[in-house]
């Protein structure tokens, strides 16, 4: 059952481009990733080929150097990494080239030329810092200040769970500068890996997505100048909340890409295993299990679909609709990820079998880019 492409929302272009991507995760990525994964990294060599490829910073503008492409190209590279067998390693790392688009949206011309034409080969990548050790969800909380001192701002405080921590070149720090306004006190600042003042804490053992490493950050006493603030002072709530939207429906893509993969592997695998001679795809329990993940996975596409005709006819991403799609996407996934496990049997425990690295990986879609929790409660709260 490959991802379900509706011709309607996508046009040949982007279908041609999608080959080019899939080609790509198959070749460069699928057969290095159980290496990385005990690295716990990536390799800029696959940063520079991806950069290569023209894959990297979809939607910035040939003028820095990018490939160009619209939202929809995005939805591909999206779908076609949740999909690949290394998606489930490398998901939180990669998703990172995103941040492209926030330079787009909300960069100085003098930002703007002075990175997006690395991010776009691959030469500097990024990690978006926001959750600190006291505060994630609750994103006005944060602590981590940023006082203005002359020509700079001076930066004190802590992120935690930082993705792509080890190899990031440029970290984008949401901090206080207002810190008795709440959310209309957040500026966000880029912070280059070389100033002084900026430690990086340990990298932290997780669950799953092992490719992909988290860590912690210290600024102390970090001097950026001025001209280092990104998106309007005191505006950095309104940047972040433009980006978790698209993250929100990206991830709701990814989760329904990754419980694809999973659903495939698990029909091909149940299908080939033999118990008390018969295949276990020939249970009438394997087939009743099989039938509802498949339900669940054509419902949840086309709830997607719907997500995308509204892109497509607004011109941005509905908070409502990616919200719900957050909420329910994820759960989704867990519930079929959790069944493929089952019909793998002792293989779907075992970290060399892909369903067993989709299912940890899946485990965390229900966590970041806002949990199902905070879905829930402003889903609530707009009834
Ligand atoms: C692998 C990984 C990668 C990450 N990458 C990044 C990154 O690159 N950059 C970054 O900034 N952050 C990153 N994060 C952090 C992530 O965004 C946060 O973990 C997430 O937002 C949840 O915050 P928290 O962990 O502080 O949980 P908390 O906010 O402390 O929540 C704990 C529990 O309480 C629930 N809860 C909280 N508030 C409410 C409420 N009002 N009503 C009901 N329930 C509530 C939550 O849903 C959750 O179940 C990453 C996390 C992980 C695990």
């Not at 978006?128 to 001076?154: H, K, M």
């Not at 901090?175 to 002084?196: M, N, Q």
């Not at 900026?198 to 001025?226: Q, T, W, Y």
């Not at 892109?311 to 919200?323: F, S």
Request: aromatic share 10%; net charge negative.
């Amino acid at each position: 059952m490959p991802l379900n492409i509706d011709p309607d929302i996508f046009t040949h272009g982007h279908e041609q481009f999608r080959r080019t991507v899939r080609h790509f995760f198959e070749t460069q990525a699928d057969p290095f990733v159980e290496q990385w994964d005990e690295d716990h990294a990536m390799p800029r060599s696959f940063w520079l080929k991806a950069g290569e490829a023209g894959i990297l910073g979809i939607g910035v503008s040939e003028e820095f150097g990018g490939p160009g492409g619209d939202f929809l190209d995005r939805v591909v590279m999206t779908q076609e990494m949740g999909y690949s067998i290394s998606g489930a390693s490398i998901g939180p790392a990669f998703q990172r080239d995103q941040m492209c688009e926030q330079l787009m949206d909300f960069g100085t011309e003098e930002q703007k030329r002075q990175w997006l034409p690395k991010m776009v080969k691959g030469e500097c990548l990024l990690a978006f810092t926001v959750t600190e050790p006291d505060s994630g969800s609750d994103l006005a909380s944060i602590r981590t200040t940023a006082v203005r001192n002359g020509d700079d701002y001076v930066i004190n405080g802590a992120k935690t769970y930082i993705s792509g921590i080890a190899d990031a070149d440029l970290f984008m720090v949401a901090c206080k500068t207002d810190p008795a306004a709440g959310s209309r006190g957040i500026s966000i600042f880029l912070v280059e890996r070389d100033r002084p003042g900026l430690g990086i804490g340990r990298i932290l053992k997780k669950m799953g997505c092992h490719a992909s490493n988290n860590g912690e950050l210290v600024f102390d006493n970090l001097r950026v100048p001025a001209t280092n603030l990104f998106g309007p002072l005191n505006g950095g709530f309104k940047v972040l909340v433009k980006s978790l939207n698209r993250d929100r429906l990206m991830w709701s893509i990814i989760a329904h890409a990754a419980a694809t993969r999973a659903f495939d592997l698990t029909v091909e695998f149940v299908k080939n295993r033999r118990a008390f001679g018969q295949t276990i795809f020939d249970f009438q329990n394997s087939q009743f299990k099989l039938a509802d993940m498949k339900a669940d996975l054509d419902v949840g596409q086309a709830y997607i679909d719907h997500c995308l005709r509204t892109y497509l006819r607004k011109g941005e991403v509905d908070m409502g609709e990616a919200t719900v799609a957050k909420l329910w996407l994820p759960e989704m996934e867990g519930r079929v990820l959790d069944q493929c496990v089952q019909l793998h049997g002792g293989a779907g425990y075992m970290h060399e079998y892909p369903v067993s690295r989709l299912f940890t990986a899946g485990r965390l879609h229900r966590i970041f880019a806002g949990t199902a929790e905070i879905m829930r409660l402003q889903i609530g709260r707009a009834l």
